[in-house]
């Protein structure tokens, strides 16, 4: 043996089957193609290097992913569709809802999508734990943001179900950057007409949102109430998974009461365990139903990690059980699209507020992938028909 050879490490005996060995191992079976491709573009686009540059792959103007700090961000600089024709040639679509007329505190939720595409920049498309590049497993886009309306929650609510319907259909997985949690009615009612069978929906966060007015009017405060008056996405099949703190209104709680939704605390997911908790969510929003819908509010992590939302609450969930939780769902479900929301990047610090909410929505494609759920093949139970109107309720 050389002395170089000796210097080399080879695994712990105990760690062979790691995760951290697997994903050695994965790395070395992955494609580059898509990284190339990249680069050829971007030299093609933005010229070839200065002389100086010894990298050759480097372009004069950037247009990918590098620097990281450089560019015009979509989400994790994924090409912009601005035709939404165009949006079924994609496995997932990521698009922005920044609505936050439907606050009752404080505001700023309209940023939430162009802060997350900000930050999101901080990261390629490689996931090392699980060994996955989406740059080179799926076909990624941003479509840009929905036109809300934001002096008319309703008018607003209106454009949010056309354009998740129009997404849906078309095949694509449909991630909606919020905006408050008032659009998860909407989006729902986007999706449901599209559904042959029952859709249940897992619902990550501090607070009910099943009380059917605040204020007189529908707001962040109300979507599983509306959601749950859909046909196909009944209550039996709502999870509330974290629920807990000074912030559940008891209107919505009574709502919950009256219509059998599945609540779980904090208390009920740490006396039980995280992964027994989240068997019996998975169990409940999955009895019956063809396709489960995954809402996460950010502000179901403990205040201390997301200061940038509209109603922070300590005593949540930590980042890596929010991250355990939405990767198991898109793992163990028929997940048939995700919405992020709360994130408000005028009350966040240092971006960790719409950093984790990248997180989240990375984790879930990843783990989609991982599980061989992407790239996307074609549900059964998807009804693409375009003259399927979203429920007016
Ligand atoms: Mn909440």
Not at 76 to 82: C, I, N, Q, S
Not at 138 to 161: R, W, Y
Not at 213 to 235: G, L, S, V
Not at 359 to 379: C, E, F, N, S, Y
Request: charged share 20%; net charge negative.
């Amino acid at each position: 043996m050389s002395d170089e050879q000796s210097r080399f490490g080879r695994p712990h005996p105990d760690l062979t089957e790691s995760q951290a060995a697997e994903a050695l191992r994965k790395e070395a079976q992955l494609s580059d193609a898509g990284w190339q491709r990249e680069c050829e573009r971007s030299k093609e686009l933005g010229l070839h290097a200065a002389p100086s540059i010894g990298d050759r792959s480097i372009s004069t103007f950037a247009r990918g992913e590098l620097p990281h700090f450089a560019g015009i961000n979509t989400f994790l600089k994924a090409p912009y569709v601005e035709d939404v024709h165009q949006a079924g040639a994609y496995d997932v679509a990521v698009f922005g809802i920044p609505l936050d007329t439907g606050t009752t505190y404080r505001p700023g939720t309209r940023f939430g999508p162009q802060g997350i595409r900000k930050i999101s920049a901080l990261y390629g498309t490689y996931y090392f734990e699980m060994g996955v590049d989406l740059r080179e497993q799926m076909k990624l886009c941003d479509l840009g943001d929905v036109f809300v309306i934001p002096a008319n929650i309703e008018k607003a609510f209106d454009q949010i179900s056309r354009a998740v319907s129009h997404v849906f259909a078309g095949g694509a997985f449909p991630v909606m950057l919020g905006g408050d949690h008032s659009i998860g009615y909407p989006c729902v009612r986007g999706i449901a007409p599209h559904v042959n069978g029952n859709i249940g929906i897992i619902h990550i966060d501090r607070h009910v949102d099943t009380q059917e007015k605040d204020m007189d009017e529908r707001m962040h405060t109300t979507p599983w109430f509306h959601a749950t008056n859909i046909p196909n996405a009944p209550p039996k099949n709502l999870v509330q998974f974290g629920i807990g703190g000074w912030q559940v209104p008891r209107a919505g709680v009574a709502v919950s009461r009256e219509r059998g939704t599945t609540i779980m605390t904090i208390t009920d997911i740490m006396e039980m365990g995280l992964d027994k908790a989240l068997d019996i969510a998975m169990e409940v929003a999955g009895d019956g139903t063809e396709a489960v819908y995954l809402s996460f509010d950010i502000d179901s992590v403990d205040a201390g990690f997301v200061p940038g939302t509209g109603w922070p609450e300590p005593g949540g969930l930590l980042p890596r059980e929010a991250l355990h939780i939405v990767q198991r769902v898109a793992r163990e479900t028929n997940l048939c699209a995700m919405e992020v929301v709360e994130v408000s990047p005028p009350y966040d610090v240092s971006e960790v507020t719409a950093l984790l909410a990248t997180r989240v929505v990375v984790d879930v494609l990843a783990t989609l992938v991982d599980a061989g759920k992407l790239p996307r093949r074609r549900p059964a139970w998807l009804n693409s028909d375009p003259a399927q109107e979203p429920w007016a309720l």
